[in-house]
C-alpha cells in the first residue's frame, strides 16, 4: 500500500493481543519470536548460574533448576525487547508525552542538584574536620557526577539537534 502524500511503502498489521515483531515487509506474533531467544538465554544464565549454587545436587540438576525459573523472565524480556508497540491493541502513541514523565524529569532535575549540593558540602566539611581521604573521594565523587552531567548534555543536544 502506498502513502500518498509521502510516497513511502508501508505495511499494514493487524494489531494482535501479544503484538507482532516487523521484519522488512514481514510480521510475525512477538510471542513466538521471543520464544527462541528468551530460552536460549534462560539456558545460558542457568549454566553460568549453576556453578554458584552451593547445594550438593549434580551440576546438570541444579542448571535445569535456574533455566526453568529464569526462561519465563528472559522470554518477557525479551518481549518487551522485540514487540513493535504499534501493533499492541490499547496501546498508547504517545507513551512519553505524559505528566508523570514530565513529573519525573523534573523530579530527576532537583534530586541530582540536590545531590550536587549535598556532596559539596560533604566536601567542605570532611576538608575542615582533617578526613582528608573522604574528602578527596567526595571530590572524585564530585567530578564524576559533573563529568556525567556534561557527556549527557551533550549528548542530548547533539541527538536533538539533528
Request: proline content about 4%; overall charge neutral.
Amino acid at each position: 500500500m502506498k502513502d500518498k502524500k509521502r510516497n513511502e511503502a508501508t505495511v499494514d498489521v493487524q494489531p494482535r493481543s501479544f503484538g507482532t515483531v516487523r521484519f522488512g515487509s514481514r510480521s510475525m506474533s512477538a510471542l513466538t519470536a521471543a520464544l527462541i531467544p528468551g530460552l536460549v538465554s534462560g539456558i545460558i544464565l542457568g549454566i553460568i548460574l549453576a556453578d554458584f549454587m552451593p547445594q550438593s545436587l549434580p551440576w546438570m540438576v541444579k542448571a535445569l533448576i535456574v533455566a526453568v525459573i529464569l526462561c519465563p523472565v528472559s522470554m518477557s524480556l525479551w518481549w518487551v525487547i522485540l514487540v513493535d508497540p504499534n501493533t499492541l491493541s490499547g496501546a498508547n502513541p504517545h507513551a512519553e508525552e505524559n505528566i508523570e514523565s514530565h513529573w519525573y524529569g523534573r523530579a530527576e532535575q532537583l534530586s541530582y542538584r540536590i545531590f550536587i549540593v549535598l556532596v559539596s558540602v560533604g566536601c567542605l566539611l570532611t576538608s575542615l574536620m582533617g578526613a582528608d581521604q573522604w574528602a578527596l573521594m567526595l571530590v572524585c565523587v564530585l567530578i564524576a557526577m559533573l563529568s556525567i552531567l556534561t557527556l549527557s548534555y551533550a549528548f542530548v543536544r547533539f541527538v536533538h539537534y539533528e
